[in-house]
């Protein structure tokens, strides 16, 4: 993305000029603002939520606040080159999408917008398995445009098997197992409101699109089962479970297949047992470069390459899985320390800005997992909306490489950045 900044700044004051204003804000803080005006509750609860009280969400940010960019004057850094190599691939930029569960809570085909928004800038899309359309449906959206797949690890090791094994064929260009999410945190925004998406059938298309989880389901329908109580709520419930379930609405409703289905993916999409012993697995699973993403400590970033992964994601998945962890960034610069420069690390938690990205490269990471902003962004405006997003951050990172001398993502070293005093509470 040459001149990515500049670029985009004309684009926006020349619109100006014709009096037209980005239909997606260029800051963070208006950005959530709008998106959160056109979400629902439950929507809103569990895609900004967090886990317990949100202290994990405010140290994320708060970590970024303690380091302060250096800029650099007179470097002549005229001509900036974006691009990263990684995993094999030349990217356009080292920003990557996260995978976000149960976007549809933000608009329909939620999965297909982004996959077409991330295709449009050449971005990379980490597509869910807790994602609203199928992946081969959202890799065809994509093109020939760079993708990934984010696995849980099932508690069924045929539906791990079978889920691998598209992703190879949809041309994933890597497999991100997440390790964070063996249990659903403690996320009290959802809890108040008695939320949870997937028991309505929302966030489980990867599921009900896979031949071992057909089977698997096709069998537990088959069982006796104690009928729910007849009351408005289950109503909804099941009227919701057959609207997101594939297929005609009515035959779902009168099939008990679309409640099976839901039965047995809150029984068997992730594995509390997961272990070291269950990673070292995947080698031999796959042919795809694997990546761990959750790592937060340099024993366990040091644990995973010795089984001979390819890259880990620094995350502690935006707060919301435990409260009062230690937050992302910190993580990543401890890692880094420790693990030295060879290491792929990636980083996810708190990213809202170009600025961000730059730090975040600047204390060791290789690339960006950007996530609560793009779904904000196709809230407001679909998959334009997820596009703009993206070249909003990517631009701002141009635009700082620029005033600090940084000439490609290389440039951008640790001495870019200091840490700042701790502010004081009081008068002391």
């Known amino acids: 993305m040459p001149d990515a900044g500049l670029a985009r700044q004309s684009a926006v004051y020349r619109a100006g000029t014709l009096g037209r204003r980005p239909a997606v804000p260029t800051d963070f803080a208006e950005l959530e603002r709008r998106a959160r005006r ?21 140290r994320n940010r708060a970590a970024f606040d303690r380091w302060a960019i250096v800029p650099r004057m007179a470097a002549g850094a005229v001509d900036r080159d974006l691009s990263v190599e990684l995993l094999g691939r030349r990217l356009p930029s080292p920003v990557l999408l996260a995978p976000l569960g149960a976007g549809a809570l933000m608009g329909r085909d939620s999965d297909l917008a982004i996959a077409r928004g991330a295709a449009a800038t050449g971005t990379p899309y980490i597509f869910s398995s807790q994602g609203c359309n199928p992946m081969e449906e959202c890799a065809a959206a994509m093109g020939d445009a760079p993708r990934w797949f984010q696995l849980y690890w099932s508690s069924d090791e045929r539906l791990v098997d079978s889920l691998i094994a598209r992703a190879e064929r949809i041309g994933a260009g890597a497999l991100v197992v997440t390790l964070d999410t063996t249990v659903l945190g403690w996320r009290p925004q959802d809890l108040n409101l008695g939320s949870l998406p997937f028991a309505k059938g929302l966030g489980i298309a990867q599921y009900t699109s896979d031949p071992v989880f057909r089977e698997i389901v096709a069998e537990r329908a088959g069982r006796p089962r104690e009928r729910p109580r007849v009351t408005p709520g289950a109503i909804r419930a099941l009227l919701a479970m057959a609207r997101n379930h594939p297929g005609p609405f009515w035959a779902n409703l009168r099939s ?23 990673l070292a697995t995947l080698k031999q699973r796959t042919g795809l470069p694997v990546v761990l993403k959750g790592i937060l400590t340099p ?130």
Do not use: C, K
């Open 38 to 58: 056109v979400s629902s509750a439950e929507a809103w609860a569990y895609v900004a939520g967090g886990a317990g009280e949100g202290r994990t969400m405010r």
């Open 256 to 278: 008990p297949i679309p409640r099976a289905s839901v039965e047995t993916f809150l029984d068997i999409y992730s594995n509390p047992g997961l272990s070291w012993a269950h």
């Open 299 to 428: 024993a366990d970033a040091r644990r995973a390459f010795e089984i001979g992964v390819d890259a880990v994601v620094v995350s502690n998945h935006g707060g919301r899985q435990v409260d009062n962890a230690i937050a992302a960034l910190d993580a990543l610069a401890g890692i880094r320390a420790e693990l030295g420069p060879e290491p792929t690390l990636l980083f996810d938690s708190g990213i809202r800005t170009g600025a961000d990205v730059f730090t975040a490269l600047a204390l060791g990471a290789d690339a960006v997992l950007l996530g609560r902003p793009h779904l904000y962004g196709f809230a407001l405006a679909g998959a334009h909306g997820v596009a703009e997003v993206i070249r909003n951050v990517v631009a701002e990172l141009d635009l700082t490489m620029a005033l600090t001398g940084a000439r490609d993502i290389a440039g951008i070293t640790r001495d870019l950045v200091r840490a700042q005093p701790a502010e004081r509470d009081g008068d002391g």
